[in-house]
């Protein structure tokens, strides 16, 4: 059996979404270097919908196709739908990942929220 | 394809498979057994202990074959730890990057009461013989330190090792398994008392390996059963699989030399090229190392999606990664010569085979280089890297 379901191995080898949004509404970073993985999260948002969201991301295969699952689940939601992310929703869209690489999933889910965040206190100040 | 793993393990030769399929279609008699069938088997096996031992200096009644590394790593330590608990001497010394099979017997000695001292091994990944000298006490029973490191190939003053231990009195185990068949191994000549070796790692088959032990050292068993191996191993002899290991090893000793003197100039080609790459370091002695292994660590990736990528360019490799590891931390080995987390998680190891080619070289540089410089792309540390957020590592 392979390590990661094709789906997986589909959003690593291809990823959706990447890159940087210079005048983004809202970044947000998880993870360190330490532990060999990092997830930066960009969104812009019009109106409350996510208009568009990029990343990039340092890690294994599981990390990068989680980013790039997670970006893909989220762009054209409205911001309420996209704080309900979970770990699980990531993970179950790529055909699920192996125990010890659902952490990955836990990344995108956090640097998505964080990224919202951002954007919810931006929008207040 | 191109196979760039051979440390992991290699492909077994056309000797010694032929001889193995036919061992195990014509020599299937117990060797225990008297009748001539049974008898055939232990002539097999007896004449492949002769062939490994006159490879490396030994005498045939001091080859115990096992079922591979690990296991003779095992015996070799639990044996040498007996021997020395009855003399009050519970002391041990190795090295920091050892092979699991060595670190974690050592762990359970421990356990038991034993303590252990971990040699530094620099930041070249080398011992240093007099550290060894200063680290032994009366109380020491045992120095085990490897031949070759698995991971950076680095090669360890194994001769002198070994001298300051006969002066010494105490016994030296050597885990042999990277050199054995890759660079001339003597246990004469290198004062060694206890040796282990792995069939698959010079294209023998996997699931075999053996110990040597010199004469006059008792050894403990790990495996209770029949009187197979002097009473020293358990169960019904690898048939097959003793007589192509042999096999094997006689093939690989007969061309030491030659392939050994052009492995080195791929090695050294492919250093030269992947140096080409910023933000790369070797890992280990560039010079001191086995002739096959190449050991890089690249700023601001990570070692698993690095693998993924090759593998679909048709590159087999492995990574110290944590990812790969199925731990958190990296690799025990690039942490033990100074390499920080950060850059420990994006290191590749290539480790090639005697028939590699210098186009097959180029096509590893050229795609190294290319899923380097892709995945770096999107690398939020690369961009804090360029951007000076960060200071570089390497």
């Not at chain 2, 077994?12 to 036919?22: G, L």
């Not at chain 2, 085979?353 to 540089?365: K, N, P, W, Y």
């Amino acid at each position: 059996m392979a390590l990661y379901s094709e789906k997986v191995m589909d959003h690593f080898r291809n990823p959706r979404n990447v890159g940087v949004i210079e005048d983004a509404d809202g970044v947000g970073e998880v993870g360190n270097a330490k532990c060999g993985d990092i997830m930066k999260m960009y969104l812009k948002i019009e109106d409350e919908i996510i208009k568009d969201v990029k990343f990039e991301t340092f890690g294994c295969g599981s990390a990068i196709a989680s980013s790039s699952m997670a970006t893909e689940l989220i762009k054209g939601q409205p911001v309420s739908e996209a704080m309900k992310l979970t770990n699980k929703a990531v993970a179950e869209a790529l055909d699920g990942l192996p125990d010890y690489k659902m952490h990955c999933s836990v990344l995108a889910e956090e640097a998505i929220r964080l990224a919202l965040e951002d954007y919810e206190n931006k929008k207040k100040a | 394809m191109i196979y760039a793993d051979n440390a992991a393990t290699t492909k077994m030769s056309k000797t010694a498979t032929d001889i193995m399929i036919f061992h195990i279609k014509e020599t299937y008699g117990n060797p225990s057994s008297l009748y001539g069938i049974g008898q055939k088997a232990k002539e097999v096996i007896e004449e492949a202990r002769s062939d490994i031992a006159g490879v490396i200096g030994a005498d045939p009644k001091e080859i115990l074959f096992t079922s591979g590394g690990s296991e003779a790593d095992n015996q070799a330590i639990i044996s040498a730890a007996r021997l020395g608990e009855r003399k009050g001497k519970k002391h041990i010394i190795s090295t920091a990057f050892e092979h699991h099979a060595v670190l974690h017997t050592l762990n359970k000695l421990k356990d038991e009461g034993f303590e252990i001292t971990l040699l530094d091994v620099h930041e070249d990944g080398i011992v240093r013989a007099e550290e060894v000298r200063e680290a032994i006490r009366d109380d020491t029973c045992l120095v085990t330190v490897m031949y070759a490191n698995n991971e950076i190939g680095t090669i360890q003053p194994i001769r002198e090792i070994g001298k300051i231990c006969r002066e010494k009195g105490v016994l030296f185990h050597t885990d042999a398994v990277q050199a054995v068949g890759h660079i001339p191994v003597n246990v004469e000549e290198d004062n060694i008392d206890l040796l282990s070796s792995s069939a698959h790692k010079y294209h023998g088959p996997k699931g075999v390996g053996f110990l040597y032990a010199k004469k006059g050292i008792k050894l403990t068993n790990l495996i209770e059963g029949g009187a197979q191996e002097k009473g020293r191993r358990g169960g019904t002899e690898n048939v097959p699989g003793i007589a192509a290991m042999a096999a094997a090893l006689k093939e690989a000793a007969a061309n030491m030399e030659k392939n050994a003197a052009n492995v080195s100039k791929k090695r050294d080609r492919l250093i030269a090229g992947l140096k080409e790459i910023p933000h790369s370091a070797i890992n280990g002695d560039e010079i001191n190392r086995l002739p096959g292994n190449v050991n890089f660590c690249f700023e601001g990736i990570e070692g698993e999606s690095l693998l993924l990528l090759l593998d679909d360019k048709g590159i087999q490799a492995s990574s110290g990664s944590a990812c790969t590891s199925g731990s958190l931390d990296p690799s025990h080995v690039l942490l033990a010569i100074g390499r920080v987390h950060d850059v420990a998680h994006g290191s590749l190891r290539l480790s090639l085979s005697e028939d590699i080619t210098d186009e097959e070289v180029d096509e590893i540089i050229n795609s190294v280089k290319e899923v380097v410089e892709y995945l770096r792309s999107f690398s939020p540390i690369w961009r804090d890297l360029m951007a000076g957020k960060k200071e570089f590592i390497l």
